[in-house]
């Protein structure tokens, strides 16, 4: 085969940008979509995880949520250093930045300064990716000026997404004055604007939900299911009520059960009739997790 020179000098960019082993079957799939927009969205819309963010990123800022139930975890967000640069300039973010936040699990003990926290192994990752020209109306991944992406640990080459005005939209609703992003936690965007930014978003949770005069009930609210395990005797119904402001689902991990979505509000009923311990999540936010046992 002969290359031309054109074809050469092409290549020896691309394996300058992406060394290799540094690319996925995923990512490899986006390379040549659209110049001066985003190597990770195809022709389709489709999104795929950025390689190696970590060090090739900026990182913006972090999280720590801490879950009624205990539950805690570090979210770090991480996005291309000229999108931050940018940013900075203009106070927003240019077409085809990425946002990557990489949630991990907390881990905690004793260090010889004292008690410490640290990350540990990836959860999920969540990509947006900025889309000022509305490239892809007909794609559900994309709405409200970006694209969205769900990405779990266990399968980081295809995104869990299916609807994002379904699945995450609700979850950005208070940060919607500032394009859909939590700029407040993102001191690497500068400063001047945080302050603003912090007295205009309205975090108030949903009003209180009637609920039934008797029966089990677990509380869905500040990203957590309240209580986390609950023990029912076989033929009982556990009422699950949405508190917060984001929709939410309760979906066993092995799909015996699922509520569909909750939303703000709204509650779901489940009766168990089968003795067992059974593990469940929220299908938009993997890492709300809970579990029903049933025993006699």
């Not at 290799?20 to 927009?37: C, M």
């Not at 995880?49 to 205990?70: I, K, M, T, Y």
Request: glycine share 8%; proline share 6%; charged share 20%.
């Amino acid at each position: 085969m002969v290359v031309s020179m054109k074809d050469a000098a092409l290549l020896m960019v691309i394996l300058m940008a992406f060394p290799i082993g540094a690319l996925t079957l995923s990512s490899a799939a986006y390379l040549q979509f659209e110049e001066d927009f985003s190597p990770w969205v195809d022709s389709e819309g489709n999104i795929g995880l950025p390689p190696d963010f970590r060090s090739r990123f900026e990182h913006l800022g972090s999280w720590f949520v801490e879950g009624a139930n205990g539950d805690s975890s570090f979210h770090d967000v991480y996005t291309e250093p000229e999108s931050a640069s940018y940013f900075r300039e203009h106070q927003k973010f240019p077409d085809g930045a990425t946002l990557v936040k990489e949630v991990r699990s907390r881990r905690a003990g004793t260090m010889t300064t004292g008690r410490a926290n640290w990350a540990a192994t990836p959860d999920i990752w969540f990509v947006m990716i900025k889309d000022i020209k509305g490239r892809f109306e007909a794609n559900p991944l994309w709405g409200d000026g970006w694209g969205w992406a769900l990405f779990d640990s266990k399968d980081p080459s295809t995104t869990v997404t299916e609807d994002y005005s379904r699945e995450c939209r609700s979850c950005h609703v208070p940060a919607q004055n500032t394009d859909w992003v939590y700029v407040q936690g993102y001191p690497t965007l500068g400063a001047a604007s945080l302050t603003e930014v912090e007295s205009t978003i309205d975090f108030a949770m949903a009003s209180d939900t009637e609920v039934p005069a008797e029966g089990l009930i677990v509380i869905v609210q500040n990203l957590s299911f309240t209580p986390n395990v609950i023990r029912v005797k076989p033929g009982q119904t556990i009422t699950w009520v949405n508190r917060d402001d984001f929709v939410h689902t309760v979906t066993a991990n092995d799909t015996s059960f699922d509520t569909g979505i909750m939303e703000p509000g709204e509650s779901a009923q489940i009766t168990f009739e089968e003795t067992g311990t059974f593990p469940y999540h929220c299908t938009p936010h993997p890492f709300m997790k809970g579990s029903v046992i049933v025993e006699e």
